[in-house]
């Protein structure tokens, strides 16, 4: 439909991006979502009148396909959330190294081959109605290394390094990047509330609903970064950058409880 403002979600058939789905179709946007798992898809495209595809972000000429076959429907992409992720609970020695290249493949490289295929259309959207949006669901764990989810923080602090030399590179182009670092989130693929040791940390785990609501607002307000929620992990990470090794040292001491390593 003509004037329609499109978003492209990816990791839309739960957690997070599932709730961004529902969140912006609710604020009137046309959201196109992708992931693998094609039922899930269908079922929530049927609920809020959106468009699907499967798409596997690891896989970079699949992104290119699904790109072209999306940008043939709507020259115009208005927003682009990379958002598709998987954990990694376990530290650099004990987790499999399958699991270090799937954490790099999808949470860092997934986000940058979604924003290469997308960009004709967030430059079209730019250029007619200006300006565009692309937001990359990082995590708190990319800027405090969590030494029990090692690999996992890694590709987070990768995929943060993006972010915000992404939108260096795309601020003259009318393209805002914003990057949103949610701490914990009870979801299907990181379940805090049950495999976390620390009871305290566990009291700050967030729903999924609460994040999307903050992605959208970082949209509308054209914030550059958002921690949420801001306490306690925008002092942490304060103090990380500032006394790295001592962070890292007592984060490192809580932990998951035993048996919940992927
Ligand atoms: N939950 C937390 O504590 C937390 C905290 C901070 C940041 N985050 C970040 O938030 C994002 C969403 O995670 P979530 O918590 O909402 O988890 P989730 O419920 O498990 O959702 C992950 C989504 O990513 C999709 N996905 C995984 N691998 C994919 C691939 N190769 N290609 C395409 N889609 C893929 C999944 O769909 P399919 O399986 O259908 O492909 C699913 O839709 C991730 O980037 C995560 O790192 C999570």
Redesign the pocket.
């Known amino acids: 439909m003509a004037g329609e403002r499109i978003a492209v979600v990816?990791?839309?058939?739960?957690?997070?991006?599932?709730a961004t789905a529902r969140e912006l179709a609710r604020l009137g946007w046309h959201c196109v979502l992708?992931?693998?798992?094609a039922d899930?898809l269908e079922a929530l495209a049927n609920e809020i009148g959106a468009e699907w595809e499967t798409?596997?972000?690891?896989d970079r000429t699949q992104v290119d396909e699904v790109a072209e076959r999306v940008l043939a429907r709507h020259s115009a992409v208005a927003l682009l959330v990379n958002?598709?992720?998987?954990p990694g609970r376990g530290t650099f020695v004990s987790t499999s190294p399958e699991t270090v290249e799937r954490v790099i493949e999808?949470?860092y490289l997934?986000g940058v081959w979604c924003t290469r295929a997308f960009m004709p259309g967030l430059r079209s959207a730019a250029a007619a109605n200006g300006p565009a949006h692309i937001v990359n669901?990082?995590?708190?764990?990319g800027t405090i290394a969590f030494a029990p989810a090692g690999p996992y923080a890694a590709a987070?602090h990768a995929q943060l390094a993006f972010s915000r030399s992404l939108r260096a590179t795309l601020r003259s182009e009318g393209i805002q990047v914003h990057t949103l670092l949610?701490?914990?989130?009870?979801?299907?693929?990181?379940t805090?509330r049950s495999n976390l040791r620390s009871g305290i940390m566990r009291r700050f785990v967030l729903d999924?609903d609460d994040v999307a609501r903050a992605l959208v607002k970082a949209v509308e307000k054209g914030r550059n970064e958002m921690t949420v929620p801001w306490f306690p992990y925008r002092p942490v990470s304060i103090f990380q950058a500032l006394f790295p090794g001592v962070l890292a040292r007592l984060v490192g001491s809580y932990g998951y409880r035993p048996g919940t390593q992927d």
């Open positions: 990816t990791g839309a058939s739960s957690g997070i991006g599932e992708l992931a693998r798992r899930r798409c596997d972000v690891r958002n598709a992720g998987v999808t949470n997934g669901v990082v995590s708190v764990a987070k949610p701490g914990f989130v009870e979801t299907e693929g990181f805090p999924a």
